[in-house]
């Protein structure tokens, strides 16, 4: 091939020829050398598939001498028995009815039983009056190629097992960190809700309401920085703090001082865990409850009124819990009276986007929730949730961080629990 | 969606980081690596423009602290300028406003 783009240049100079003739024995001058130690294998059958020829390249991959294969033994001799009856049914058809066929993937029998995972090419060369002589067949080293399907698929059916024992292991453990069901407290009505934003991370809201004694409840809920199973861990660790200090504790406002101290306790500088909270107190008094809060950077709890309205129990100024050794908090009292709503929730409420058609990235906010409860006013508790689900489920894609609601409520018709 | 563009400057008062695009979950570990290579001395202060920060997430929001605290740390202190409205209420919200130096521009955070 070389002397023939010689022959087509230009008159050359001497150098030029040496050059070339350099090129040449550097380039494939041998045929018989290429078909040998081609990087890829040929095989040549007789049309009953006897081994008629076959090269060096291939004899090395599959570890046989010349003589063993050739006049020996037959193509569908080297393939398994899947291989073959591949190749019965499928290969040998196909390639006599269109003469050619290409990029079959077969496994090779080698002489020592491995098997070499290979890529098949094979012609069928017709002599001059058209009948068909001998098949050709050129056969490509597909370990790599067979290695990394093996891999993508093992790594997929893997990745396919994880993801269905997380979400089962996440679903347990978000049951876990909330209560099964709201403590039942006598004349309060009670109900909540948790919107989860993903099946696979546990979600960082969390609620509880429990008993401190005859006649005193805590209860809080809060939002947890992150998400997942460090998210998971600190939020385990905040409910049984809060659970802890609010039995030693009397007042909210040093409740919250205990919780700093154990969320600060693990505090990482790199990446800084922390929560916002509203821990508060319910109180018999007489036929209502007295309500002391404190505020960990969390949105104000919401009062909706037995007589109509609602109102945001300000609580300015907490700093949201584990950031700082000292921490500040504030606290607020509010009485519980026939009728009287107390809803809490997290920042996913008020933060989801309303897609509003004017303008798509605007977020509910808090002056549109206040609106929403002043209309649903008077309204106990079960109300509060069944209203709140469904504009929740109104944001539709703009909810897409979880979002917890409580609500406790003195009805008017006597309370039970939810 | 959250890339994020930082530059280091430096001013009178001390450096001067400043942030542009969205600060969030994503973006927020080249925001911390940036702080571990920013040298503060006893009494400087620490500048973060977020006049140009279109989002800030909850853990923004927590970078933010840890570059308060590695200011404090090193006796110096944190100064935020043009803080958004948006921000400005979560930080209101969060407490932290009464913790932070939040100034209306960089000049004004530089002025003392």
């Known amino acids: ?418 | 969606m959250s890339d994020i563009e930082l530059t280091v400057e430096t001013t009178p008062a001390g450096p001067l980081l400043r942030l542009a695009g969205e600060l969030d979950y994503i973006s927020a570990p080249q925001v911390v690596e940036a702080l571990q290579h920013i040298t503060l001395e006893p009494a400087q202060r620490l500048i973060v423009d977020l006049s140009a920060l279109t989002f800030c997430d909850s853990r923004g929001i927590a970078t933010l602290i840890a570059a308060r605290n590695k200011a404090h740390a090193a006796d110096a202190e944190l100064a935020l300028a043009a803080v958004s409205d948006r921000l400005m209420h979560i930080m209101n919200v969060l407490g932290l406003s009464r913790l932070l130096l939040i100034y209306p521009t960089v000049e004004a955070a530089i002025g003392r």
């Open chain 1, 1 to 418: 091939m070389m002397s023939d783009t010689g022959q087509e240049r230009e008159p050359s100079e001497p150098g030029d020829r040496r050059q070339q003739a350099t090129f040449g024995e550097l380039l494939e001058d041998s045929a018989e050398d290429l078909y040998e130690n081609a990087p890829c294998g040929y095989l040549s059958t007789l049309l009953d598939g006897q081994i008629a020829k076959v090269n060096t390249t291939l004899l090395k991959w599959l570890g046989y001498r010349r003589d063993e294969l050739v006049g020996r033994r037959s193509f569908s001799d080297l393939l398994t028995i899947g291989g073959r009856i591949y190749h019965e049914t499928h290969f040998a058809p196909l390639l006599s009815m269109q003469g050619e066929i290409g990029g079959v993937a077969l496994e090779l029998r080698a002489a020592d039983g491995t098997r070499l995972p290979v890529l098949i090419t094979s012609t069928v060369k017709k002599g001059a009056d058209g009948q068909p002589l001998l098949i050709r067949t050129t056969v490509f080293d597909a370990r790599d190629r067979r290695a990394y399907e093996q891999e993508l698929l093992r790594a997929r059916q893997e990745a396919e097992r994880e993801r269905e024992r997380l979400q089962e292991v996440l679903s347990i453990l978000q049951r876990s960190l909330l209560p099964p069901s709201l403590t039942n407290v006598p004349g309060l009505q009670t109900a909540a809700h948790y919107h989860i934003a993903s099946a696979d991370q546990v979600g960082g809201d969390f609620y509880d309401l429990f008993p401190l004694g005859p006649d005193r409840w805590g209860f809080f809920l809060g939002d947890v920085s992150g998400k997942g199973a460090e998210a998971a861990n600190i939020t385990s660790l905040i409910r049984h703090t809060l659970r802890e200090a609010a039995v030693h504790d009397s007042d909210p406002v040093g409740v919250l001082h205990r919780l700093n101290t154990a969320v600060h306790a693990q505090y990482r500088s790199h990446d800084p865990r922390y929560c916002t909270v509203i821990f508060g107190v319910l109180t018999r008094d007489g036929d209502g409850f007295t309500v002391t809060l404190a505020s960990g950077g969390h949105p104000p709890a919401l009062l909706l009124r037995g007589d109509g309205g609602a109102a945001y129990l300000h609580t300015p100024g907490g700093l949201l819990v584990g950031i700082m050794a000292e921490a500040s908090f504030t606290a607020a009292t509010v009485r519980l009276a026939l009728g009287d709503t107390l809803m809490l929730y997290t920042d996913g409420l008020t933060e989801a986007r309303t897609s509003r058609e004017a303008d798509p990235m605007s977020l509910y906010g808090e002056q549109s929730l206040l609106d929403f409860a002043t209309g649903l006013a008077p309204a106990d508790a079960a109300t509060v949730i069944t209203a709140v689900r469904q504009l929740l489920a109104g944001f539709g894609e703009g909810l897409d961080d979880d979002a917890a609601v409580m609500a406790l409520s003195m009805p008017f018709s006597g309370g039970h629990a939810t």
